[in-house]
C-alpha cells in the first residue's frame, strides 16, 4: 500500500507543478466535496487506497461502497473534507486513479462471471505506471493477479525458446539457478512441447493461441501424465469467447483485456461549499 501511495503523490507533485494559482487563494479555507458516480453497474476498487491518499493531505473521509461491491446505479459514493487547495490539488488524481481501477475491477467481474471451472487472471500487459493500481483492481473484480514482474515467476516465453532451441534446453538450463521455490512455467504452441515440459518437470504450462479443441486435447493429456501440473491458457481470450475455454481440466485462463479493455467509468467530484 505504501508503495502505491508513494506513486499517487507523485502524480500530485507532477500535476501541481510550481502551484496551483487557481486554488491558492483559497489555502486558508474548508470545504466538503462529493465523490458521484456517473456510470452504471460497474465494480468497485480503490477505496480503501482512496481514504489512505486522502489521509496524507490531511482530508477526513467517508465512501459508502466497498472494494469488490457492485455497484448497479449512478450517484453518489463517497464524501471529503478538508482543506480546500489540498481538495482541489488532489481531485485529478484522485478521480483518474478511481476510474482506471473500478474499470478494471469491472471487466474482470465480467470475465469471471462467465467461468465454471477455471480462474481469470490478468497478465502484464497493463498501463504503463498503473501495473501495481491495475492488479489490485483485478483481485478486487475477482480475478487472479499473475506475476507482478518477471521476478515472481520463471516464465519461459517463445523468444526464450527461439533462444535455448528446445523446451528441454531451456527448462535444464533455468533449473540450474532457479531456487526450489520458484515455480517453472513454459509457454507452448503445440502437443509436443507441452508433453515435453511436462516430462522435464515445468509446474506451469502455458497453451498459447490454441483452438478451445486443441486446448481440451492437449490439457487432457498434460492432466494424465501428472495432475498437479497447471494448465493455463492465453492468446486471443476475449469476453465473446472466453467460455469456449472453460474446460474442466483447464486451470488458469489469462488475457490482457483485464487491464487493457476500452471501458471507461465516469467519476466526478463536486464541491458542497
Known sequence: MEKLLEILSSHVREDEG???IASFPLRNTTSRATVFLKTENVVASG????QRFLEKYHLKSIFHVK??????KKGAIGEIEGNTYSLLLIERTLLNTLSLMFSTATVTRRFARKLKHAKIAATRKTIPGFSLFQKLAVMHGGGDTHR?????CVMIKDN??????SVEKAIQEVKKISSFTRKIEI??????DALKAVEMGADIVMLDNM???MVEKVSKKIKEMNPNVVVEVSGGITEEN????DIETVDVISTSRLTLSEVFVDLSLEIQR
Open 18 to 20: 510550481n502551484l496551483d
Open 47 to 50: 477505496i480503501e487506497l482512496a
Open 67 to 72: 472494494d469488490g461491491e457492485f455497484i448497479p
Open 148 to 152: 507482478f514482474n518477471l521476478g515472481d
Open 160 to 165: 526464450h525458446l527461439k533462444l535455448y532451441g
Open 187 to 192: 509457454e507452448v504452441e503445440n502437443m509436443e
Open 211 to 213: 483452438s478451445p479443441e
Open 242 to 245: 472466453v467460455s469456449d475455454y
